[in-house]
């Protein structure tokens, strides 16, 4: 008596047209099923008694459904199982199914006829038949109970649960149970003892048209196209997997990426990788025989990395010069603006906050017109000891944050003018982490500011005091006092990792997502420092070096080139006409400022175009004169000449480049017309002329 079960080899015949079609699935000659038995004695795959205690010797062609008893009463049965791989071609759905088995005899000693249904069967091996399977199955009736007939084809029609129950891409278990077996209630039939009824089927030994199959009508339709993707922003060249997730088995796929190209292939997934900054809308045709879908398109935008700046070195542009810096200048900040506070000049002028002086470090101020001739504020600034200021215009306001001199918290200030009139806004607007787990616990230090769609976002640098490392964190709002940490923070380490530092932020360009900062790094948790430049499009998120290397490095002992405490450190820049110009400390001695330090500037493509030619004007100490007392002329151009050309209208002339204001002494008397000629690189201007009369009791002699 065999004890296994096959999974049999599908033979799949089409016979229908292309809208409903048949499979006739049928088990191949050769192939066995088999049936499961069940005494109240104990389970057992041997010898099976049957009726009246005699021993019933199955053949290996038969299977049994059998509903009886033994010789001392208990009720034993046994099931019919077959296993057929009912795989389906891609796409089609099965609409209606028939089990068909051929009975062979059956017999009956008194418990009358035998109603058998069909329930699913889930063998734990579809080869071979293990002691357990005569239970692996559910009571789910898959088609109606028939009243088995001998000699005769005996059809269960599937139900839905039938239908649901046919696995297309693989093999599907079913189980012959007679009606009792089913619901469970062979207790509540009367019988007599060695009274049975039973059927027999062939099996597919029988082979040909004798063997059990399942006929399924099946239909396909379109698929419904639709995909998934792994990204869905992200920097050039950007690869984007995209995988098929469409129902309805399509055999054909054409992706559109967006782009302009296409994949047309089989397989899924496909990888596209866009190479030009842009947004892009990428959908799916899924189709097989049942026709053709188009997915609903999905956005990939890719973002374009700001060109990497080519800078050259200018020049120092503020050294230590005034008592209260000391011999520190350094963290500076730019704005280009309106008003000057120290300049006469006609439109913007660049401002610059610093900080001078390590030992009491306070703000100080200057202004140029042309991005490199500084002329300082006489003293500085009422803003607080403190480290670098990050002054920043909304309207006509000034705000600065400015960290507190323990590098504790950042308070913002507020000025009408943005040099002699800071009030406090708001007192710890950006707090130390809360403790020992927080990367912004020990100290907290410089910071840059941009407004985006109403939103401030602020990026500071701070530390924690286990490692000494130096990184940069987010905090945002919508007004410049009430922001929120980040809770991703830091956003921005180092470019080196490990115990890297980096600090010092300056927004260097925001172009629409883009945002493109500067910041220095030292790939040690102390000095030397480079400044690098480092880009993300999300805000808060996907900071990354571009490139991986400093873009300017420190050159000349002023700078601590080849020290390991040298820096070039705290950016700022300002953008001008498709100039960048780039302020910086710098220092041979950044770990203790004993050698001092200046602040410097470079830029990309020279100076900007924005220098505005001189309008020439000066004033006199003498209208009238005696020889051979001077005249005093002193300089009030406008726009900053760089060379002054004054006629004294006697023959004679200064040509200078420097100390403008300058004396001469006529020989003789008379009425002399003095006039100025201010020059720089955007042109010259001569002023009007001014009259000096010169008057004497004789000529000096030569």
Request: hydrophobic residues 35%; aromatic residues 12%.
């Amino acid at each position: 008596m065999r004890k296994i079960i096959f999974c049999l080899i599908l033979l799949l015949l089409l016979i229908g047209t292309a809208s409903a079609t048949v499979f006739d699935a049928y088990a191949v000659a050769n192939a066995s099923d088999g049936y499961v038995s069940h005494d109240g004695a104990g389970d057992s795959f041997g010898a099976y008694r049957a009726a009246g205690g005699t021993v019933a010797d199955f053949s290996t062609t038969t299977t049994y459904i059998v509903f009886g008893t033994n010789d001392v009463g208990y009720v034993q049965w046994s099931r019919g199982a077959s296993c057929l791989n009912t795989t389906l071609p891609a796409g089609y759905t099965p609409t209606a199914a028939t089990f068909s088995w051929l009975a062979t005899s059956s017999g009956d000693t008194g418990l009358g006829d035998l109603w058998i249904g069909v329930t699913p069967f889930s063998p734990a091996s579809k080869s071979a038949l293990a002691y357990t399977d005569y239970n692996t199955f559910s009571d789910t009736q898959l088609a109606g109970y028939i009243k088995a007939t001998k000699s005769a084809r005996n059809n269960w029609t599937f139900n839905a649960a039938g239908l649901a129950s046919i696995n297309t891409s693989g093999t599907s278990c079913y189980m012959l149970r007679y009606d009792p077996d089913i619901i469970n209630n062979g207790g509540n039939i009367s019988y007599a003892i060695g009274a049975y009824t039973y059927q027999q089927f062939n099996d597919n030994d029988a082979g040909g048209a004798s063997r059990e199959f399942l006929e399924i009508t099946a239909s396909i339709s379109a698929p419904v196209a639709s995909f998934s993707k792994n990204l869905t922003q992200g920097w050039n060249s950007l690869p984007v997997q995209f995988t098929d997730t469409s129902t309805g088995s399509p055999t054909q796929r054409n992706w559109s990426f967006g782009d302009g190209t296409w994949d047309n292939s089989t397989g899924t997934p496909v990888t596209h990788t866009y190479t030009t900054a842009g947004t892009y809308s990428a959908y799916l045709i899924a189709s097989s025989t049942g026709g053709s879908n188009q997915s609903a398109s999905q956005t990939i935008t890719v973002y374009q990395h700001e060109p990497i700046p080519n800078f050259t070195r200018y020049a120092t542009v503020i050294t230590a010069d005034q008592s209260w810096e000391g011999i520190v200048v350094g963290e500076p900040t730019i704005l280009y603006d309106t008003n000057p506070q120290i300049l006469n000049a006609s439109s913007h002028v660049y401002k610059m906050w610093y900080v001078g002086n390590w030992t009491h470090p306070r703000v100080g101020y200057a202004e140029s017109t042309n991005g490199y001739n500084f002329t300082k504020y006489s003293t500085y600034t009422n803003l607080p000891e403190g480290d670098r200021s990050t002054p920043f215009k909304d309207g006509s306001t000034y705000y600065c944050y400015i960290a507190n001199d323990a590098n504790t918290q950042i308070d913002l200030y507020n000025s009408t003018n943005g040099v002699s009139n800071w009030q406090l806004n708001a007192s710890n607007v950006i707090p130390l982490g809360v403790g020992g787990g927080d990367w912004d616990h020990s100290a907290i230090a410089n910071t840059a500011v941009w407004n985006a769609s109403g939103i401030w976002n602020v990026l500071y640098e701070a530390s924690n005091a286990g490692n000494g490392v130096w990184y940069i964190g987010l905090a945002n709002g919508s007004a410049p006092w009430s922001l929120t940490k980040f809770s991703g923070n830091p956003v921005l380490g180092a470019p080196a990792g490990g115990t890297a530092s980096n600090g010092g932020p300056s927004v260097m360009i925001v172009n629409g997502s883009v945002i493109s900062i500067i910041d220095h790094a030292t790939p040690s948790s102390t000095l030397p420092c480079d400044l690098y430049k480092a880009d993300t499009y999300a805000v808060a998120m996907n900071w990354i070096y571009n490139p991986s290397v400093a873009i300017l490095n420190r050159t000349g002992t002023d700078e601590g080139a080849g020290s390991s405490v040298g820096q070039i450190a705290d950016p700022s820049v300002v953008l001008r006409t498709n100039t960048i110009y780039l302020y910086y400390a710098a220092t041979p001695d950044g770990a203790t400022g004993a050698s001092g330090s200046t602040i410097k500037l470079a830029t990309t493509n020279g100076l900007a175009n924005d220098v505005v030619a001189p309008v020439a004007l000066f004033t006199k100490n003498y209208n009238t004169l005696r020889i051979p007392n001077r005249v005093t002329v002193t300089d009030i151009s406008t726009n900053i000449p760089a060379s002054w050309n004054w006629s004294w209208g006697d023959g004679m002339w200064t040509n200078i480049t420097s100390s403008p204001n300058q004396t001469h002494q006529y020989l003789k008397r008379g009425d002399w017309n003095v006039y100025l000629l201010a020059s720089n690189t955007a042109g010259s201007n001569t002023s009007a002329t001014q009259s000096v009369r010169v008057v004497g009791y004789q000529d000096v002699q030569e």
